[in-house]
């Protein structure tokens, strides 16, 4: 079973200030790990993609996350926040076995960028 | 390049009135598809999910249903529309390692 925790439906943050938006996971296997960044009436756009490989992960638009098994976590991160960043972001699991891709997401983290 | 269709965009129907939400892929074949529901305030919901044509799988009971009836296509039915079913409905394909969402069809039940 796989589940995630996203702390904060609503962050505020200062254009130019550090964004951070929090994520825990639970799975029984090895996870996958996912951001997503919904505009409104859109669907969702892969930010960037935590496969096993290096845990410091980079993303579009300047967003990066990184995986920490013993936190159980996956904060995604941006130094600088600009305006067009305000929007919804999901973090998601799936697992890293074949047979366990479904996508399970976060209730969201709605971010608002303070001029 | 692959692509993800889903129409329709909006659509607003009354209570008790079937529905027909169809989901198309391109430039891939064999796809895993998803059935996502965004209700207003939560998160996304995984509805069913299909791993071959006739293969459907559902993940929580409710008053829809889904078929494959082509490879590379998805369909979300309801006979009876109730008020509960208004959402936001995305339609995904083999989100293993990454996924590929279509840009959702926003129901409104009245």
């Known amino acids: 079973a796989q589940s995630v925790t996203q702390l904060g439906s609503h962050v505020s943050v200062s254009e130019g200030a550090l964004v951070l938006l929090r994520c825990n996971y639970s799975?029984?296997?090895?996870?996958?790990l996912f951001w997503y960044v919904q505009y409104p009436n859109q669907g969702l756009q892969l930010l960037l993609k935590?496969?096993?490989?290096?845990?410091l992960v980079k993303g579009i638009n300047g967003f990066e996350a990184e995986f920490k098994k013993s936190e159980t976590s996956f904060h995604l991160t941006k130094p600088s926040a600009h305006m067009s960043d305000a929007a919804e972001y999901f973090c998601?699991?799936?697992?890293?076995?074949?047979?366990?891709?479904?996508?399970?997401f976060g209730t969201g983290t709605r971010l608002t960028i303070i001029p | 390049s692959q692509t993800i269709h889903q129409w329709p965009a909006t659509l607003v129907q009354p209570v008790g009135s079937p529905l027909s939400l169809e989901c198309t892929v391109e430039?891939?074949?064999?796809?895993?598809l998803y059935w996502y529901r965004q209700a207003a305030g939560r998160g996304l919901q995984l509805l069913f999910y299909?791993?071959?044509?006739?293969?459907i799988s559902s993940e929580v009971p409710q008053n829809l249903s889904a078929s494959r009836p082509q490879d590379r296509q998805f369909i979300l039915s309801s006979k009876k529309l109730l008020l509960s079913d208004s959402g936001f409905y995305l339609c995904?394909?083999?989100?293993?390692?990454?996924?590929?969402f279509g840009s959702g069809t926003r129901l409104t039940v009245v």
């Open positions: 995904a394909w083999s989100p293993r390692a990454q996924g590929h």
């Open positions: 799975s029984s296997v090895p996870p996958y």
């Open positions: 935590y496969t096993s490989a290096a845990t």
């Open positions: 998601a699991v799936s697992g890293a076995n074949f047979g366990n891709e479904k996508l399970t």
């Open positions: 430039g891939t074949s064999n796809p895993n």
């Open positions: 299909s791993v071959g044509i006739g293969q």
